[in-house]
Every structure is written in C-alpha cells, then in structure tokens.
C-alpha cells in the first residue's frame, strides 16, 4: 500500500501529462494519447509513466517520437508543476498493452 503523499502526486502528474499529450496529439492528426498509470518511486525521483496510443498501427512511431521528446515534455510538465513539487521526477514512458491483451481474450472468448 503506498502512501497517500505518493498516490496524490500519481494522480497530478496524471492529469498534467494527458493534457501535455493531448496537446502533442493534436500536432499529429489521427493520434490519441492516453496515460493509463503512472508509478512513482518512494524518493519521487523517477516516474514511469504507460501509455496507450491508439491506433495501434502508428503506435510504435509515435512512442519512438515521444522517447526522443523525453525532455521536451519533462520540461513541460516542471513548468505546470513548479508550485507543488520541488524536482521534477525523471519520466521513463512504456508502452502499455493491457488493452491489446484484453481485446485479445474478448476475441478468443466470442470463439
């Protein structure tokens, strides 16, 4: 069970980086980003952050840019949240595929 402290930042860094990513998927027509969690470690000094793009097709370029964009969008997210935090936790993105796996048992349970 985490701390409530480290559930709270979880929870913000959420928000900010899906209105950060909206953003960014606007620039790309046809994309949409979504943070589906966020884990943060106890010292706050590192987050990984999962997200889900969609549509799957374009899925492996757009997180290639968004890895390449890393410090952009920590950049970014200090900005929004200079008041709240004093450092800025280093963001590592992966790829979340839960949903492809759960659409993947749905098709194999209409079988």
Known sequence: ????????IQRMLQKELSEIFLLHAREQ???MISVSDI????DLSQAKVYLSIFPKEKAQDVFSVINIDT???RFELGRRIRHQLRVVP????????SLD?????????KK
């Open 39 to 42: 884990r943060i470690t106890a």
């Open 1 to 8: 069970m985490q701390p409530t402290r480290e559930e709270k």
């Open 71 to 73: 410090k952009t969008f």
């Open 101 to 109: 796996y759960l659409e993947k048992i749905d098709e194999l349970l």
């Open 90 to 97: 280093e963001l590592q993105f992966i790829l979340d595929n």
């Open 29 to 31: 027509q046809g994309i």
